[in-house]
C-alpha cells in the first residue's frame, strides 16, 4: 500500500529554518506530482507548495514565497520543504501528499496523504 512518512517537524524560533522530508513507497514515485499543506488548529488545511513529476515546476502559496523551497529525489523517492525565515503564523501541522498529474494546490485532489509533522515557531 501507498505510504507517505513525514519527517524534520520540531520546535524552532522565529527567523530559524526547518527541512521537513517526505518520504514514500507503494508507488511510482516519478509518476506522481507532490504537495505540501498544513493545518493549524481550528483552522482548514491548506496549500503551501506543489512540485511536478520532473522537479521541473514549483509553486507556492504567497505567504511563504521566497522562504520555502520544495524539491525532490526521484531516486530517493522523497519530497523535502527547506523553510526559512520561519514565522509564529507557520506554526502547524505539515502534511504531504501525492497525486496524479498535474500538480495543483487543491486539497481535495490529492490522492495519498502522510501522518503530518507537527512544526511549532516560536515568537
Known amino acids: 500500500q501507498v505510504q507517505l512518512v513525514e519527517s524534520g517537524g520540531g520546535l524552532v524560533q522565529a527567523g530559524g529554518s526547518l527541512r521537513l522530508s517526505c518520504a514514500a513507497s507503494g508507488l511510482t514515485f516519478s509518476g506522481y506530482a507532490m504537495g505540501w499543506f498544513r493545518q493549524a488548529p481550528g483552522k482548514e488545511r491548506e496549500f503551501v507548495a506543489a512540485?511536478?513529476?520532473?522537479?521541473?515546476?514549483?509553486f507556492y502559496v504567497d505567504s511563504v514565497k521566497g522562504r520555502f523551497t520544495i524539491s525532490r529525489d526521484n531516486a530517493l523517492n522523497t519530497v523535502y520543504l527547506q523553510m526559512n525565515s520561519l514565522k509564529p503564523e507557520d506554526t502547524a501541522v505539515y502534511y504531504c501528499a501525492a497525486k496524479v498529474p498535474p500538480a495543483t494546490k487543491r486539497v481535495y485532489e490529492y490522492n495519498y496523504w502522510g501522518q503530518g509533522t507537527q512544526v511549532t515557531v516560536s515568537s
Open positions: 512540485i511536478t513529476r520532473s522537479g521541473g515546476s514549483t
